[in-house]
């Protein structure tokens, strides 16, 4: 079950995943809309949960999704290949949601029901480990949550992760750990129930 929260997430996979991030986005660029289509269900969840956990709204996070990946169809073909296409999508989600902070000038907490979703729609998640993970994570901070959601639902590693949130590695890197440890010890009692 941890392995579906990025905990071992070999390098090889997040490098294949990479790979192929890169070579869809470079099909958007010349305007495939196969390849624009296998790039949202890619990178859908992603974006979804980065926008919510900024936004904390889920309507407001569902229209940053939908404008995010207007705006990567529309800037594809300018994407050049060097670091995270990941990194690269998500940083156009962000500043779409900042933009919309700003805005609205307006900040309010998600419910645990909007928080739920974001896990939804991992593939090859029975019910029973959706329904183990949503409450688990339903119980970690918000950053941690936003922090653990990003590694396992993106495969970022936690430097891009720092650069995306802003936030020290260090700071990144504890805030994981921690949500971890809380993640591992609820399953435990979880199991031992």
């Known amino acids: 079950m941890l392995a579906l929260l990025g905990v071992q997430t070999t390098e090889e996979e997040a490098d294949r995943r990479a790979l192929e991030l890169e070579r869809l986005l470079l099909q958007v660029g010349q305007g495939d809309r196969e390849a624009f289509a296998r790039l949202y269900s890619l990178a859908r969840g992603a974006v979804y949960a980065l926008a919510l956990s900024l936004l904390q709204d889920a309507h407001e996070a569902q229209d ?7 705006k990567v169809w529309e ?3 300018s994407y050049r290949p060097q670091g995270s ?4 999508i998500l940083t156009i ?6 933009s919309r902070l700003r805005r609205g000038g ?6 645990d ?3 739920n979703a974001i896990p939804a729609d991992l593939p090859a998640v029975s019910p029973e480990d ?7 994570l339903a119980r970690l901070g918000e950053e941690e949550r936003r922090i653990v959601l990003l ?26 750990h921690r949500g971890l440890k809380k993640l591992r010890a609820l399953m435990k009692g979880e199991r031992d129930r």
Request: proline content about 3%.
């Open 75 to 77: 800037s594809a073909s």
């Open 151 to 176: 590694h396992a639902v993106t495969g970022l590693k936690h430097r891009e992760i720092a650069q995306l949130l802003e936030l020290p590695l260090s700071t990144v890197l504890s805030k994981y």
């Open 130 to 136: 959706r329904q183990v993970l949503q409450e688990a």
């Open 85 to 88: 296409p990941m990194a690269w």
């Open 106 to 111: 307006r900040q309010v907490g998600l419910d």
């Open 93 to 98: 989600a962000r500043n779409l949601a900042r």
């Open 64 to 70: 940053t999704a939908q404008d995010t990946f207007v």
């Open 113 to 115: 029901e909007e928080w």
